[in-house]
């Protein structure tokens, strides 16, 4: 009897454990970092120079990791918030050192030093990693004592200076990734909306609740976008470097608020769409108006890289908006189809001033109702 031949398995790895080993997240993480990572070793370096060899300081350590701490990695290095960052690690250097002079080094020093520095710090910011990174500088006063009082404090001077300085002249030019965060918010705002005119085209409840869910989560990329904008912004504001960037920052505050305002329309509309569906009768004229609207919508996303196409968005929405008359459109319909129509006019104001129209303006195109 012949024995039987070996047979070879094929181990499947998981989707998730592939994504883990895949090297293209680490590496979109160094790229996105680059830039900050730069600006950290420009100002690092800087201050660790100017007190030594300026400043004929041995070992000025707190001048290079008050600068690292004050910078980071994260893309808000908004000038305040760095300003905010810098005083209070200054303010726990001074209350390290006050302790050192008055009570000399220890473990009980070291006790003490940490409860104030973190006491004093949790009054100043509302961070709870603001207070740690207080507490580590503290720390190192205690830990490595210098024959000069004070001495740590200049270095900590010198890199929250070193830090502010970097971020004026060396910006980490965020205008590119706040770009990013707007795609996202609309495409976010777009599925959403899609959704919506597909449940109405159907009459699908499921795939109305379904839009409604997507509307609801609308908030976290359009306050991401927000965010992003105040720190592209701030930084724009004093850096000579990203002068010209400052209009379009403010542009794209207009189009974000616009947004904002925009996806809260949606809610309400979505949750009228799940109430008209629960009949499971199809809306053609509601789902056509709505995916007009999103097709202006997506003309203003447009005009985020390119301005040339706000006109565009702005007729496109105007001509939707323009048909907005309940009681012509649905006259032989219900209350309650009215109703779900009249929810889209002010989504069509919103999308109109996103694209650059004056309120009144946007509003004077709606017919009287």
């Known amino acids: 009897m012949s024995s039987p031949e070996p047979t070879t398995q094929t181990v499947?790895?998981?989707?998730?454990?592939?994504?883990?080993?895949?090297?293209?997240?680490?590496?979109?993480?160094?790229?996105?970092?680059?830039?900050a990572i730069v600006?950290?070793?420009?100002?690092?370096?800087?201050?660790?120079?100017?007190?030594?060899?300026?400043?004929?300081?041995?070992?000025?350590?707190?001048?290079?990791?008050?600068?690292?701490?004050?910078?980071?990695l994260v893309r808000?290095?908004?000038?305040?918030?760095?300003?905010e960052t810098v005083i209070g690690m200054i303010v726990g250097i001074l209350v390290a050192e006050l302790i050192v002079l008055a009570a000399g080094t220890g473990w009980w020093q070291l006790a003490l030093t940490l409860a104030a520095t973190m006491l004093v710090a949790r009054v100043l910011s509302a961070q709870p990693g603001f207070a740690i990174t207080a507490a580590i500088q503290?720390?190192?006063?205690?830990?490595?004592?210098?024959n000069v009082p004070f001495l740590r404090l200049i270095d900590g001077v010198v890199g929250g200076v070193a830090a502010l300085l970097v971020t004026a002249l060396v910006p980490?030019?965020?205008?590119?990734?706040?770009?990013?965060?707007?795609?996202?918010?609309?495409?976010?705002?777009?599925?959403?909306?899609?959704?919506?005119?597909?449940?109405?085209?159907?009459?699908?409840?499921?795939?109305a609740e379904r839009g409604l869910r997507r509307a609801r989560s609308l908030q976290r990329p359009v306050e991401a976008w927000r965010q992003g904008i105040?720190?592209?912004?701030?930084?724009?504001?004093?850096?000579?470097?990203?002068?010209?960037?400052?209009?379009?920052?403010?542009?794209?505050?207009?189009?974000?608020?616009?947004l904002d305002l925009a996806s809260r329309n949606l809610r309400v509309i979505a949750r009228r769409v799940v109430y008209v569906c629960d009949d499971g009768a199809p809306r053609p004229i509601a789902a056509g108006l709505l995916a007009e609207l999103g097709?202006?919508?997506?003309?203003?996303?447009?005009?985020?890289?390119?301005?040339?196409?706000?006109?565009?968005?702005?007729?496109?929405?105007?001509?939707?908006?323009a048909r907005?008359?309940?009681?012509?459109?649905?006259?032989?319909?219900?209350?309650?189809?009215?109703?779900?129509?009249?929810?889209?006019?002010?989504?069509?104001?919103?999308?109109?001033?996103?694209?650059?129209?004056?309120?009144?303006?946007a509003s004077a195109a709606l017919p009287r109702v």
Not at 138 to 146: E, K, N, R, T
Not at 179 to 201: G, I, K, W
Not at 230 to 257: M, N, T
Not at 300 to 318: G, K, Q
């Open 76 to 83: 808000d290095a908004r000038p305040l918030r760095v300003l």
């Open 138 to 146: 503290s720390a190192i006063v205690v830990v490595l004592p210098a």
């Open 172 to 207: 980490r030019s965020p205008l590119r990734a706040v770009t990013r965060e707007a795609a996202e918010a609309f495409a976010a705002f777009d599925a959403a909306l899609t959704t919506l005119v597909q449940a109405l085209r159907r009459g699908d409840r499921v795939r």
């Open 12 to 35: 499947s790895v998981p989707t998730t454990w592939r994504r883990r080993l895949s090297p293209r997240p680490g590496l979109e993480r160094a790229r996105s970092s680059s830039l």
């Open 230 to 258: 105040d720190s592209g912004a701030e930084i724009a504001r004093i850096s000579p470097l990203l002068r010209r960037q400052r209009a379009e920052f403010e542009r794209q505050r207009r189009i974000c608020v616009q």
């Open 39 to 72: 600006q950290i070793v420009i100002a690092a370096t800087a201050a660790f120079a100017f007190a030594h060899h300026v400043l004929g300081h041995a070992a000025p350590l707190l001048a290079v990791t008050v600068t690292i701490s004050s910078l980071g």
């Open 295 to 321: 097709a202006g919508a997506r003309l203003v996303a447009e005009a985020l890289t390119d301005i040339s196409y706000e006109p565009a968005a702005r007729e496109a929405v105007r001509v939707v908006g």
């Open 324 to 361: 907005l008359d309940p009681s012509a459109l649905a006259a032989d319909s219900s209350i309650v189809d009215q109703t779900l129509i009249g929810a889209l006019r002010p989504l069509a104001v919103d999308l109109m001033v996103a694209a650059g129209m004056p309120g009144p303006d």
